[in-house]
């Protein structure tokens, strides 16, 4: 499988000068191709293919001092760049960019030598760079882009061989809520809702606001504004790579729920559900599923999916019936068997079950009897004793 690094550059300010014309000229000849390739279309002789770009772009590099100042390396990242969207399954004719695009974004299509520190870019030379120690081999392709907060980053891949999943052992559910990441062994990671930085951003929006706007104050707090939203996604990141780590180290298997966030998110009336709506958007359901997948995939750890109308909270872990009148609250008791559940803690005990049912193949029917025999269907006893532990602390009625 393919992975992809992002990692911080540290250009000069001579190197940034390289950089901007260079993510300009990008920009400038993605905009030829585009009108070129829209006047052939409109005329019924379709775009241009990847070969008729690459034999246009060298004439107009013989015919231009301009394009062939220009590093031909970035020239081919914008021509793989239009190859792609061409070929992309919504296949839309690309749009010109304008002025209001602000994207500052380079693809080098081959780039030079490099080791931990350095890497040497067309026409750039060796920028110095920071991240994870990276494999020998990288593919030729890297992509360099300015973030919104004034650094900039670069994307390099590389190849790493997949493991085989190995769906024997215990199997964790996994109960994404806004709050928290319960697990069905017992732990919880809670999600910081990060209100300092949050305030700080609503405070400097307040600054901004009393600043003319386009002046060097008011674009000193923008910049600042951005810095402190890049501050918080990078917390909210490194929470969850740290967490999916955390749970893969101790699961054999994951089931997780396939939750629909944008129906969940949608607009509502007030204030209230616009705070609510922040505060779901903060745990990020979706980063925290695509982290576990890739990740699981090199651990070797299969995933599984549960049904978008699974009621993983409804349902009573203890006697399998559903609580169709439950509500928010935290802590419910079960109309059938009278026990006291923990709501985070029986959905992901829920999950889990749900996890062993689809491991083992076993249709919606068996998914009671499956847990009876939950030996047989590796879903670990101490995970049923704990959970027993933990589900009736008051003890059982
Ligand atoms: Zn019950």
Redesign the pocket.
Known sequence: MELTNKRRLYPTKAQERALFSHADHSKHLWNEFVMEGTERYQVGKGFFNDAEMNSRLTELRADHAYYAEMPIKAQRGVIAKLYRALTHPKNRLPCVKDKKDRSCSIIYREFGKWNGKTVRLPKVGKVRWRGRELPAKLASEIKVFRAKNGNWYGCVSYKIPETKPNASGEIVGVDLNADCLALSNGKKHLVSQMKNLCWLVSKRNRILARREKGSGRWRKMRRLIARTHDRIARKRDAFLHQTAGKILAVADGVCIENLMVKNQTRKGKGSRKRGMNRVILNAAFGKTRRLLEYKAKIAGVPVFVADTFFPSSKI?F??G?KNPNLGAEKRWT?P??H?TLDRDFNAALNLAREGARIASGLGAKGAWSACKSAASLNLAVAVRDEARSILTPQGVV
């Open positions: 009573c203890h006697c019936k079960c059938h068997c026990r």
